[in-house]
């Protein structure tokens, strides 16, 4: 599996301090060059597993494509022990993208970009509803699907979900913002729109999450940890409804709660 390497360790406890070696699967980390004629050379550092749904759902996120039609050409290719290639050619490049021609490391998904920018895209529709059992179920469902992060401790996922809380994508990485773009990725090669749509998400939100899940049209972006502040000024900007602390038996809604039922009611 690429997503996966096995590595030497030596193992250490209270009850045994002497070292024992052991293998340990690792996740994998690889610089993966998604080279864009219209808008540049991106070098992600990620897991390179699912590398052309990667290419893809990044350039979704960029405004770049709106549908599987709008490529041309999409191939990938091993370049070296650590690096790969995505070459990804559209027949009717759209969006206002400046090339930007940049190293995009496993923790960042904003990097060149402006904060306004986030904030100031339009806001979302309302299509979706859920309710408090569906997200709630969503996230006891997340980490049996988590195989990745079962066999190293090293992966985030994110699954998009419909109305009737299906999922209909899921990838894992060990960069958030990988995994989200991946899962868009998926929906877009299958020739599903991804707008209208939910996302789980397995981490924190920040601004550059919440801003992908609005530009990726994800009414409703939900998380099993917390949020930041500028990511609920960014939901609350764009119409996105934001849950987080999915788990057990509750969710906390920071933004637009009218679409999770019965939770509108309570808002001050």
Request: hydrophobic residues 40%.
């Amino acid at each position: 599996m690429d997503a996966v390497r096995k590595c030497s360790a030596l193992r250490m406890t209270a009850q045994r301090p002497d070292p024992e070696p052991e293998t340990c699967e690792t996740i994998a980390e690889e610089a993966v060059t998604v080279s864009l004629a219209e808008a540049g050379s991106f070098i992600l550092l990620a897991t390179p597993s699912d590398v052309e749904a990667l290419a893809v759902g990044f350039a979704y996120s960029e405004g770049l494509l709106t549908r599987r039609e709008d490529i041309a050409e999409l191939r990938a290719e091993r370049t070296g022990p650590w690096t790969r290639r995505v070459a990804l050619k559209l027949s009717c490049p759209g969006g206002d993208v400046e090339a930007r021609n940049l190293i995009v490391t496993s923790s960042c998904g904003m990097c060149g970009k402006h904060i306004e920018a986030g904030l100031a895209g339009p806001p979302l529709g309302r299509s979706l509803h859920a309710t408090q059992e569906q997200l709630v179920s969503l996230a006891a469902g997340l980490r049996d699907r988590q195989t990745l992060f079962s066999r190293t401790g090293g992966a985030h996922a994110a699954a998009i979900f419909d109305g009737q809380a299906n999922v209909l994508s899921f990838a894992e990485d060990l960069g958030r913002h990988n995994a989200l773009d991946k899962a868009v990725g998926k929906l877009v090669l299958e020739g599903r729109e991804p707008r209208g749509h939910g996302v789980l998400l397995s981490g924190r939100v920040s601004y550059e999450m919440a801003t992908k899940a609005a530009r990726a049209g994800l009414e409703i972006v939900a998380a099993v940890s917390a949020p930041s502040a500028l990511a609920v000024e960014t939901c609350e900007a764009r119409n996105v409804t934001l849950c987080c602390f999915v788990r057990d038996d509750r969710i906390t809604v920071f933004a637009h709660p009218e679409r999770i039922a019965g939770a509108s009611c309570g808002k001050a």
